[in-house]
Antibody
Framework: QLQLQESGPGLVKPSETLSLTCTVSGGSISSGTYYWGWIRQPPGKGLEWIGSIYFTGSTYYSPSLKSRVTISLDTSKNQFSLRLSSVTAADTAVYYC??????WGQGTMVTVSS | EIVLTQSPGTLSLSPGERATLSCRASQSVSGTSFAWYQQKPGQAPRLLIYGASNRATGIPDRFSGSGSGTDFTLTIFRLEPEDFAVYYCQQYGNSPTFGGGTKVEIK
């Protein structure tokens, strides 16, 4: 059974870069024609798509975050990663990784604070 | 960006009743790229419906999705205690967006 697990620092300072990794188990990240993505949810608020990466390596980002986001794939480790630069308090959220929106990780809380 | 507006914001119902949740898009959405999710406190969203009307694996048949164009509906026939949660609609075209959510609470 495919499972996804987010990992990374729970606290990031303003203006720094948030880096998260999603480790996929129970299946290969490079099999099939899936896309892998990141979604976030600020405390008490709704869901926001951040971006996705296809098995080919093509990336698609939210227009509102595009200038600050990089998503990459590491097939050798069966992982994909998120980097969000120049963070502010508004980037405080639970960050989820997902496969094509049908299988989600449990989420990881990231707080931006000095 | 396609904006999705969900209504009502909160639905107060009793177990056994029917829940009807609406989602309106700011422009026409392909039905093949429309989904509904359920989220309970402290949990990740769970895919219920994809392609506007297809139930995801393991989803009970009391959940039904319908609609096309700009108007989509999620119906939950005969609410079970475990169905009280927040529901989100989503279009997953070129630039996916989510609705603001509808909370289904126990009356």
């Amino acid at each position: 059974q495919l499972q996804l697990q987010e990992s990374g620092p729970g606290l990031v300072k303003p203006s720094e870069t948030l880096s998260l990794t999603c480790t996929v188990s129970g299946g290969s990240i490079s099999s099939g024609t899936y896309y892998w993505g990141w979604i976030r949810q600020p405390p008490g608020k709704g869901l926001e798509w951040i971006g996705s990466i296809y098995f080919t390596g093509s990336t698609y980002y939210s227009p509102s975050l595009k200038s600050r986001v990089t998503i990459s794939l590491d097939t050798s480790k069966n992982q994909f990663s998120l980097r969000l630069s120049s963070v502010t308090a508004a980037d405080t959220a639970v960050y989820y990784c997902a496969r094509a929106f049908d299988i989600w990780g449990q989420g990881t809380m990231v707080t931006v604070s000095s | 960006e396609i904006v999705l507006t969900q209504s009502p914001g909160t639905l107060s119902l009793s177990p056994g009743e029917r829940a009807t949740l609406s989602c309106r898009a700011s422009q026409s959405v392909s039905g093949t790229s429309f989904a509904w999710y359920q989220q309970k406190p402290g949990q990740a969203p769970r895919l219920l419906i994809y392609g506007a009307s297809n139930r995801a694996t393991g989803i009970p048949d009391r959940f039904s999705g319908s609609g096309s164009g700009t108007d989509f509906t999620l119906t939950i026939f005969r609410l079970e205690p475990e169905d009280f949660a927040v529901y989100y609609c989503q279009q997953y075209g070129n630039s996916p967006t989510f609705g603001g959510g509808t909370k289904v609470e126990i009356k």
